[in-house]
């Protein structure tokens, strides 16, 4: 059975950072492109970042491109994401997924889904 767990996510106010966990069970780790998605209150789910299983493979939607760190320790099964210099609308659910395909200039829809953790920004 596979498992997606997220962590961090909390209240910051903007200009704050935080730094984001996902762990992942029941797969083999290094078979998977690893991708944070976010969705704000009334949007629609936007992949944000993903990270090829090498981890030297990495893209960053332009909405958040320069604020974002996506790393990844395969002895650890877990995939992390950095987030600086916060704003009110990176307030989201941020959910983190494991898929097989892999692409440069978008993250492809995961095959398996964490719950989410929720990031809130105060002005």
């Known amino acids: 059975q596979v498992q997606v767990v997220e962590s961090g996510g909390g209240s910051v106010q903007a200009g704050g950072s935080l730094r984001l966990s996902c762990t992942v069970s029941?797969?083999?780790?290094?078979?998977?492109?690893m991708a944070w998605f976010r969705q704000g209150l009334g949007k629609e789910r936007e992949g944000i970042s993903c990270i090829f299983w090498t981890g030297r493979e990495t893209y960053y939607a332009d909405t958040v491109k320069g604020r974002v760190t996506i790393s990844r320790d395969n002895a650890k099964n877990t995939v992390y994401l950095e987030i600086s210099r916060l704003k009110p609308e990176d307030t989201a659910m941020y959910y983190c997924?494991?898929?097989?395909?892999?692409?440069?200039?978008?993250?492809?829809?995961?095959?398996?889904w964490g719950q989410g953790t929720q990031v809130t920004v105060a002005a």
């Open positions: 029941g797969l083999s780790f290094t078979d998977y492109t």
């Open positions: 997924g494991a898929g097989r395909l892999w692409s440069a200039n978008r993250c492809h829809t995961p095959a398996y």
